[in-house]
């Protein structure tokens, strides 16, 4: 459990965009983090450890806000799983409403492939960092950029939390009905940037195993045989990170049928007895 002592700060900040006035919440909060996941994973995030002043921003309309994790700081987490997300809740009614969860794959400006929109519901009674479970896991391959953003119709003055700007222009994305994707700092939010946690799952065991884990033929057009002594399970994840194929495995060798897939590269994520291993499969 992560705990954080949280203040807001009541700063109004100048847009830099016509239409677009940026604007900090003039509020005072306190709050503790809410026990969160801790099982064989990590929290992907921009935010300290400890936090000590927050905020919440809002420009009077719907928009997106959001990080971009990019695949360069992904490669370990190849074969892991975003299985929730966490969200602050100010403990103040005026922060209630309904939010959605957007993540994107891909894209150097701007999310290119989204694989993920969920609704969720921000109660304002919590005063914690609340944590969301996704309904599908979203598979990490670690040669794609990574887009967790949150969107809110416009609804709620001040929707979005942020905090002192951590430095990351990748932490400061934010898109705007008529204007497309930005960086908050050029948009009036100069000195702010996102409060935004992704929960990869799986990641502790990832690659403990890999020398005991083959895979064969590869490159294939139809069946591959998954070798591993003490195999359990086996999924695997195409191009946009759905699970295709998730199943216990009952012995050390198990076949594949990849023939009912696209062309392109999968990723195979195997549990044995001793660990998890990854490795990509392309299909023809």
């Known amino acids: ?64 806000w959001g990080s971009m994790f990019p695949a360069s700081m992904l490669t370990e987490f190849a074969g892991a799983t975003i299985t929730s ?20 794959l891909g894209g150097e400006t701007q999310g290119e492939t989204m694989v993920c929109q969920e609704p969720f519901h921000v109660s304002g009674t919590q005063g914690s ?10 598979g990490i391959d670690g040669t794609q ?17 942020a905090m002192g700007d951590m430095g990351d222009p990748n932490n400061r994305w934010i898109a705007v ?23 990869a ?28 002594t003490g195999m359990n399970h086996i999924s695997v994840f195409n191009g946009l990170g759905q699970m295709v194929y998730d199943a216990p495995a009952s012995s050390h060798l198990e076949t594949l049928d990849m023939s009912q897939y696209q062309a392109g590269v999968y990723v195979v994520r195997v549990a044995t007895e001793n660990g998890v291993s990854v490795k990509r499969v392309t299909v023809m």
């Open 1 to 64: 459990m992560m705990v954080c002592c949280l203040s807001v700060m009541g700063v109004q900040a100048q847009n830099n965009v016509e239409g677009i006035t940026v604007k900090t919440a003039p509020d005072f909060v306190s709050m503790v983090a809410a026990n969160r996941a801790t099982t064989d994973g990590v929290w992907l995030t921009y935010a300290p450890e400890e936090l000590t002043e927050i905020t919440a921003v809002g420009i009077g309309m719907g928009f997106s």
């Open 85 to 104: 997300f966490a969200f602050v809740d100010s403990g103040d009614p005026a922060y209630e409403g309904d939010y959605e969860v957007r993540i994107y």
């Open 129 to 138: 960092i609340v944590e969301y479970p996704l309904s599908t896991p979203i």
């Open 145 to 161: 950029n990574l887009w967790v953003m949150f969107y809110q119709d416009g609804s709620l003055e001040y929707p979005a939390p």
């Open 177 to 199: 009905d008529g204007y497309g994707w930005m960086d908050l700092a050029t948009v009036g939010g100069e000195g702010y940037s996102w409060l935004v946690w992704a929960y």
């Open 201 to 228: 799952d799986g990641y502790d065991m990832i690659g403990e195993n890999a020398d005991e884990v083959a895979i064969y033929p590869n490159p294939t057009t139809g069946n591959v045989t998954v070798s591993a």
